[in-house]
């Protein structure tokens, strides 16, 4: 069974920083892209960055330069270090893989850009 866990999330004040954690099981981890997505209240979900297996890393424009994903292929994990963080960076972040056809979601980590 696909299971991943986000973690890392909190309130942090403007400009601040926070590294999100998503550790995964129950996939060959290696070989899968993963990606972080992020929901703000009353929004849709949509893609933040993407690794692949490769280390291969894209970006939405309103991240980049600001974000960096990473993944550590030993430990099954996914990062995503979060620097110059704005107000309207608040959202649930989610980590996902696709994995033979299907899509799988954690529960995601809450992240609050507030001073």
């Known amino acids: 069974q696909v ?3 986000e973690s890392g999330g909190g309130l942090v004040q403007p400009g601040g920083s926070l590294r999100l954690s998503c550790a995964a099981s129950g996939i060959n981890f290696k070989i ?6 992020r929901q703000a209240p009353g929004k849709e979900r949509e ?9 291969t890393t894209t970006y939405e ?4 330069g600001r974000f960096t994903i990473s993944r ?14 704005k107000p309207e960076d608040t959202a649930v972040y989610y980590c996902k893989v696709d ?8 529960r995601g980590t809450q992240v609050t850009v507030s001073s």
């Open 72 to 85: 550590d292929n030993a430990w099954n994990r996914v990062y995503l270090q979060m620097n110059s963080l």
């Open 3 to 5: 299971y991943l866990m």
């Open 99 to 106: 994995r033979g056809g299907r899509t799988y979601w954690g």
């Open 32 to 37: 899968h892209t993963l990606d972080w997505h």
């Open 61 to 64: 424009d309103f991240v980049k």
């Open 47 to 55: 893609l933040v960055a993407r690794i692949s297996s490769s280390g």
